[in-house]
DNA sequence: CTGAAAGCGCTTACAG
DNA sequence: CTGAAAGCGCTTACAG
């Protein structure tokens, strides 16, 4: 697909791509002023600008990035805004180590990272390290806009200084953003329907269960029960299978896990439940001890409970988002904005991974 | 993790790496020298040798692969070595798209990619194309060693050579590849044997369809249904589901389909059937005349038909071998060696996918 | 066996 | 507004 100016003499073997300076020679200027027009630097008339634009269009021009990146003497600087990790095994400490496997990656193209990490629980920390974050002045970042309203705030900032973001694991729409990554969360809960409808008879009961405390999890938790109950209409198994939906306000509600217990002994039509967060372990806790029987159950991400709880077939399936994969494709989408300066994807949605007991050793996180 | 060279004034504000000019300084020698050494070309003291490989350690030296990609002259070859693909859509041509995507990737590093193809069911077009792969004199080659006696002299030729090879889609144990990249298709078929399990009755039986005619597929075929048995023994179920082995010789054979299509009518007991193939559309188009009713159906690969019959629930299950992803490893792999000298995975066992109606379409080739 | 110089395709001050 | 030159960190002949 390449073109090969057929007129250059092959200097060496390696394919020969145009250069700038094939440029300059048909435009007759020299090679910085080529550069000019290319960067959009000014200082250039009109008329030479547009010959030479012609000119790069003519013979498809594609810049060498490898010997732009030796060349260029600043790091470009990318912001990384993301909730804190509440310990090394937490969810979000996944997202974190794909952008750090990207960055490794990419080492020799100097590239600065910084973490701006709030904590989920405490909008005042999502503001100052948003604040910090436009102080810094990078060049592009990658954020998980959690509060909708600070989220708006940081963007309009960053929209003013002409830099370009990218949204992972939620996404706020119409936003300028240069890309969303992250899970398509209402499909997600379709898929876990699917699954728990396949293998659980007819006529029994299903239990949704969401933990409410997730403040950060909100949207997520409200599409995937949302996709998980259209399912059943879609597919007019509601007379079929019964849905009910509890909420557990706390993590910790003694009172809840015996009331759970009790109603799973007195409805033995109960055959399926569906956690709609990583929570899910909390409820295979609580059945290794009362007995699961033939439940199954289906929740989310592969958080080290949830992994040990399903290798004891206490969880039958548990959805991955591919949290690592969303931090290392979010900062190459920048890299190939800012260093490829090729055209990404707007809409990446994560594969909505299946995993079960007898394939879990054989997912790779990135 | 990066170790700075204090001493080095910082002359501009990029990250600064150890250089080869740092080493010849410390080492009283010029640059030359010291490029040599890294290369072993030979035609340096010994002495001098150890002095600067002493440093190079002590300092911890990486080379910058970007300033050697651009002053590197020579093109790098590398070869691929495939089954040739009957169509656009077959699945011999998603590992080739794989390579494909990796080689644009790095098309400023000089990378040559040459494809040998064989016929699949012609053991002589094989023999042929890897004397011409020798006789291109590769610096690598990503093969997939189909036929095994033939594929162990391919490779004692490389070896002879000392070309590295990544082997792709099926392995040859001990035959000192530096990688292999597939599936692991005992497990595959292990885990088909859980979805089946989850999904139908107690007391029923379950098909094991083979097509016999897939050359190229054999050991799969076999490992797969090995792991599929395996389940069932290992988690003794051996009693409670019935499992019947067909092979079929001849894909366009009417006459079992016949006979299968009265099997099904008789043994009302039949509720699942695992094709070890992608040849599992065949079965699905059977029973979307004759009626699928409860039976669920598991089989491999996306490949166009099979999807169709996905969407249409005539299929419940595939299983996904991210062949794209293999061929995209594959070359990562050769390039890491090559290029980015740094040591690679010996095994690399990909993912083993469940695939639904669901997920399908948001399913990544790559 | 070793060093000095040119070059890969860009970027970056600097001079005019 | 434009050009000439130095430099990024390596590799590659070439000279001695």
Chains 1, 2 share one sequence.
Not at 101 to 117: D, H, L
Not at 118 to 124: A, E, G, L, R, T
Not at 238 to 251: G, H, I, M, N
Not at 299 to 309: E, F, Q, R, S
Request: aromatic share 10%; charged share 30%.
């Amino acid at each position: 697909m390449q073109r090969i100016n057929k007129k250059e003499k092959i200097i060496n073997e390696k394919n020969h791509h145009i250069r700038i300076k094939d440029i300059a020679e048909q435009a007759g200027v020299s090679i910085g002023t080529i550069d000019r027009v290319l960067h959009g630097r000014g200082e250039v008339s009109e008329e030479t600008r547009e010959k030479v634009l012609l000119i790069v269009k003519k013979l498809n021009y594609k810049p060498n990035i490898i010997a732009s990146a030796l060349a260029t003497r600043e790091n470009i600087r990318i912001a990384v805004f993301l909730p804190k990790a509440i310990s090394d095994e937490a969810y979000w400490k996944k997202p974190r180590l794909g952008v750090e496997k990207a960055m490794e990656e990419t080492r020799q193209y100097g590239i600065e990272i910084k973490f701006f990490q709030f904590d989920i629980f405490d909008k005042k920390s999502f503001i100052q390290e948003a604040e910090e974050l436009v102080k810094w002045n990078p060049q592009g970042a990658i954020i998980a806009p959690i509060y909708y309203r600070e989220s708006v705030s940081l963007i309009a900032n960053l929209q003013e200084r002409s830099i370009p973001y990218v949204f992972i694991d939620s996404n706020i729409p119409n936003q300028s953003q240069l890309s969303y990554i992250g899970q398509d969360s209402f499909q997600s809960g379709y898929l876990s329907a699917r699954l728990l409808d396949l293998c659980i008879p007819e006529r029994t009961t299903i239990l949704i269960i969401n933990f409410a405390q997730e403040v950060d999890n909100l949207n997520h938790l409200r599409q995937r029960e949302e996709g998980f109950r259209s399912y059943f209409k879609n597919n007019d198994l509601t007379e079929q299978k019964k849905l009910v939906s509890l909420t557990l306000e706390d993590v910790e509600d003694d009172h809840f896990m015996a009331n759970l217990t009790l109603l799973l002994k007195e409805d033995q039509a109960i055959r399926g439940i569906f956690v709609t967060s990583s929570k899910v372990y909390r409820i295979a806790r609580l059945l290794e001890k009362t007995g699961k029987s033939k439940i199954r159950i289906v929740g989310y991400d592969l958080i080290p409970k949830n992994i040990t709880y399903l290798k004891k077939d206490l969880i039958d399936f548990l959805i991955n988002q591919r949290p690592e994969e969303q931090g290392y494709k979010a900062f190459y989408a920048l890299f190939d904005h800012l260093i490829n300066r090729k055209s990404v994807e707007g809409m990446n949605l994560t594969p909505i991974d299946i995993i079960t007991k007898e394939n879990i050793d054989y997912q790779k996180s990135i």
